[in-house]
């Protein structure tokens, strides 16, 4: 995998706006990898390598960010609603629907111990951790979701979809990241885990929306993530709705905002 600057993935990863604004936060002593301060910021380092940046993430984590780019360019606004999150790992989504006014999150994980400490003593939050979201949808919960928001791995959108048609209301809203990685098969998944194809990249959002519809939901919009994913793999977030008519969504354009950027 071909290695780029630290300032320019920096920038990829949504930490900041330019390069020059991530070279001065390098030459503070403000940017960490899991085990080191960074402190070059011409080093090359693998594309989805995991940053830390102090005092440079308003989330919990890079989730966060991912989310808050649906919210803003599909226009939900998650102010009052009861919300799911769906793969809530360490919070990053729960956090951003939190920020922006959400009544309510029944945040769910297979896993267990990540979730972050702040999230977990927050009383609107609702965390059931080693959970699969196929087993939650009781009777007292159907029907009781107003935004389901997802962020699965090693897992398909389309095996929690169903699970998610159950939670929400008549009315109610999916937001979702596409993770081609997890979406595609095995052979067209490169060495290190990541799939570089638009091709694929096109089918995964296909396939995905198909069996979407196939569920009797309408997808509505897709665009692409604003970071890349940890081994740099380009995720998408596509919006379905549960209550609006099925529409024809041109996939293409989330992809030429990554290929032509």
Not at 55 to 64: I, L, P, T
Not at 178 to 195: D, S, Y
Not at 211 to 219: E, I, P, Q, S, Y
Request: negative net charge; aromatic residues 6%; hydrophobic residues 40%.
């Amino acid at each position: 995998m071909a290695r780029v600057r630290l300032d320019v993935e920096l920038v990829n990863q949504g930490f900041f706006a330019t390069t020059s604004d991530a070279m001065r936060a390098v030459m503070a002593g403000d940017v960490f990898t899991t085990n080191r301060k960074l402190t070059s910021a011409g080093e090359q380092v693998k594309p989805g390598i995991e940053l830390h940046v102090r005092g440079g993430n308003v989330y919990v984590s890079r989730g966060g960010i991912k989310l808050e780019r649906g919210l803003t360019a599909f226009k939900v606004d998650p102010a009052g609603c009861a919300c799911v999150d769906v793969g809530c790992s360490t919070g990053g989504f729960t956090d951003c629907l939190l920020r922006h006014g959400a009544a309510s999150v029944l945040s769910v994980d297979v896993g267990y111990a990540q979730f972050d400490w702040s999230l977990r003593n927050d009383k609107r939050v609702t965390l059931l951790e080693r959970t699969n979201i196929v087993d939650v949808a009781t009777p007292e919960r159907v029907g009781t979701i107003d935004l389901a928001v997802c962020d699965v791995s090693f897992t398909s959108v389309r095996a929690v979809a169903g699970a998610v048609w159950d939670l929400l209301r008549e009315d109610g809203t999916f937001l979702t990241l596409v993770k081609p990685q997890f979406e595609t098969a095995r052979n067209q998944v490169e060495e290190g885990g990541v799939v570089r194809s638009p091709t694929v990249w096109l089918e995964c959002l296909e396939t995905v929306s198909q069996d979407l519809l196939h569920k009797g939901f309408a997808v509505l919009d897709v665009c692409a993530s604003p970071i890349v994913g940890h081994k740099g793999n380009h995720e998408f977030l596509l919006l379905a709705s549960k209550g609006e008519q099925r529409s024809s969504v041109d996939f293409s354009k989330a992809i030429a905002q990554i290929t032509t950027s």
